[in-house]
């Protein structure tokens, strides 16, 4: 029973492409976010939303568009995919009331070739 | 937030306890100190915070300084199962929704 679940684990695709990665979490929590993980291993922040409502966008390319049809899931798409979006995208949950004790999903490996 | 300092990598020894530092000399009064991990492959993993006291969880246990610019985490009998990325984070209190910004880490190897 997955807390955050993203689909798919793996996705590998060819420059100028579109695509979306999806997110769910079942935990009720109101905040969820998008994060980026590049070759380095550094960890980002891409988008937060909480109850729908985008309320972080840490200048991320317009390519990069999130979506929450409700506050259990949050998509992203992507558009004209380029070589260097490859990295890892974890999607994240959180309390409103907490807001910083995250749960994070196991994460999306994207590969542009 | 404050910025964290951590070293890049430790080891220890299975069966005994992990301590891992982190220095946060810049650290504000109402910035909480964070810790997730991240094992190979996997999403980042909440252990513990704290403020000013100590704190002890299922996980670990947090001690931080009197003066807050340091603390340690502490994995009371490591194992196999803990090797990991550990991450430091000052965090704001209040409405920071949760964005975490994750430095480099330490690389922790627990081997047999």
């Known amino acids: 029973d997955t807390a955050v679940s993203q689909t798919p684990k793996y996705l590998v695709t060819q420059m100028g492409n579109d695509k979306s990665i999806k997110c769910e979490q079942n935990l009720g929590h109101d905040t969820m976010y998008w994060y980026k993980q590049d070759s380095k291993k550094f960890l980002k922040i891409m988008f937060s939303y909480n109850n729908k409502e985008l309320i972080i966008n840490e200048t991320v390319p317009n390519r990069f568009s999130p979506k929450s049809p409700d506050k259990a899931h949050l998509n992203l798409h992507i558009n004209s995919l380029e070589l260097g979006d490859s990295a890892v995208y974890f999607c994240a949950s959180s309390p409103k009331s907490s807001g910083t004790e995250a749960f994070f999903g196991q994460g999306t490996r994207l590969t542009v070739v | 937030d404050a910025k964290t300092t951590q070293p890049p990598s430790m080891d220890c020894a299975e069966g005994r306890a992990a301590n891992l530092p982190c220095n946060h000399s810049t650290i504000s009064g109402n910035e909480y100190v964070y810790w997730y991990r991240q094992i190979h492959s996997q999403g980042p993993q909440y252990i513990i915070h704290?403020?000013?006291n100590n704190e002890t969880n299922e996980m670990a246990s947090l001690i931080i300084t009197e003066d807050r610019k340091s603390s340690t985490l502490i994995l009371p009998h490591a194992t196999l199962r803990d090797t990991a990325v550990y991450y430091c984070?000052?965090?704001?209190?209040?409405?920071?929704?949760?964005?975490?910004?994750f430095g480099q880490g330490t690389i922790l190897t627990v081997h047999p």
């Open positions: 704290g403020l000013k």
């Open positions: 984070i000052g965090i704001a209190g209040g409405t920071s929704y949760g964005k975490l910004t």
